[in-house]
């Protein structure tokens, strides 16, 4: 597996459903807080034919956390949510820059002026230690969220298996 497949993994999932396009977008939208900024342990996002991005709230705050980014399909049954449980593109970016700037340093600290020199190899510890800090860091935000894309599946699924909408 790649490294950066197995840091941040991307998990596709497709949601069918007996309700046409419209009624299910309903439903979904009825099963997500919107705008609730003190809502904890509900599902958050926005919901629209064309793009679904949802993601589990709760009393931790966790940027590595899966959100679930998807769009509507009409099938001969009704429709199906197709989408992906994966990681925020900023975390990904932030530590593209994070894992990056440890390589670029290391790689300067020992190698100086062209030349390797075996004493300078203590001076890779920071950017080494740096680098398993950040990797830990979005592994252990994961482990703590692992639940989440099987809490938003069971609310996926069950708004749009729902016949009927709240008001």
């Not at 900024?37 to 589990?56: D, F, M, P, Q």
Request: proline content about 8%; hydrophobic content about 50%.
């Amino acid at each position: 597996m790649p490294f950066w497949t197995w840091l941040f993994p991307r998990t596709p999932a497709v949601f069918p459903s007996p309700l046409p396009r419209a009624q299910a977008v309903q439903n979904l939208r009825a099963a997500t807080a919107r705008g609730n900024i003190t809502a904890t342990g509900t599902i958050v996002g926005s919901v629209e034919a064309a793009r679904v991005n949802l993601y589990h709230r709760s009393a931790l705050r966790n940027s590595f956390k899966p959100h679930f980014r998807g769009h509507f399909v009409d099938t001969a049954q009704g429709c199906a949510l197709h989408g992906r449980f994966a990681p925020p593109a900023l975390v990904h970016a932030l530590m593209v820059f994070w894992l990056g700037f440890c390589v670029l340093g290391t790689t300067i600290s020992v190698v100086q002026l062209g030349r390797m020199d075996p004493m300078l190899i203590p001076a890779a510890l920071p950017g080494v230690l740096m680098a398993a800090f950040g990797i830990g860091l979005v592994r252990l935000g994961q482990h703590l969220s692992a639940n989440d894309p099987a809490i938003l599946s069971r609310v996926i699924r069950q708004a749009l298996q729902s016949h009927h909408t709240e008001p």
